[in-house]
């Protein structure tokens, strides 16, 4: 099964901080193939320049990839901004991304705290 991680479920595995994800996420995150949309390696950048964290995106990605076999998603961007047409929910072009990667890749699983996530994927998890 493959289960998509969300920019703060990325950075919480990074710092080794799982107890903040969901007793449902932590299920998906050991049992399921994990990606991440290219789109959370970008916010992931934009935080760093914000210095909201520490470690820019590739060295993070690295890091997931080594310790819990984290992967990018190659899905083809025509295809994920086709599913992101439909998602009027939101203006913020990074929820709209991820979601949308999850939705073009059979309706995969999505960890994510955003309750606005949430109420509008109904594969995600917390």
């Known amino acids: 099964m493959i289960t998509y991680l969300d920019t703060n479920v990325a950075v919480w595995l990074a710092e080794g901080n799982r107890q903040r994800i969901g007793l449902a996420g932590r299920g998906r995150i050991e049992s399921d193939d994990l990606l991440l949309s290219p789109m959370v390696l970008m916010e992931l950048e934009y935080l760093l320049e914000?210095?909201?964290i520490l470690l820019p995106a590739r060295d993070l990605l690295?890091?997931?990839a080594h310790e819990i076999g984290v992967r990018v998603c190659g899905l083809d961007f025509p295809s994920i901004v086709d599913a992101a047409l439909d998602e009027k929910w939101?203006?913020?072009?990074?929820?709209?991304?991820?979601?949308?990667q999850a939705k073009a890749n059979g309706l995969a699983w999505l960890v994510s705290a955003d309750t606005e996530i949430q109420s509008h994927y109904p594969r995600t998890v917390w």
Request: aromatic fraction near 6%; avoid cysteine; proline fraction near 6%.
């Open 62 to 64: 690295t890091k997931l």
């Open 50 to 52: 914000i210095q909201r």
């Open 90 to 100: 939101t203006r913020d072009p990074f929820d709209r991304i991820i979601v949308a």
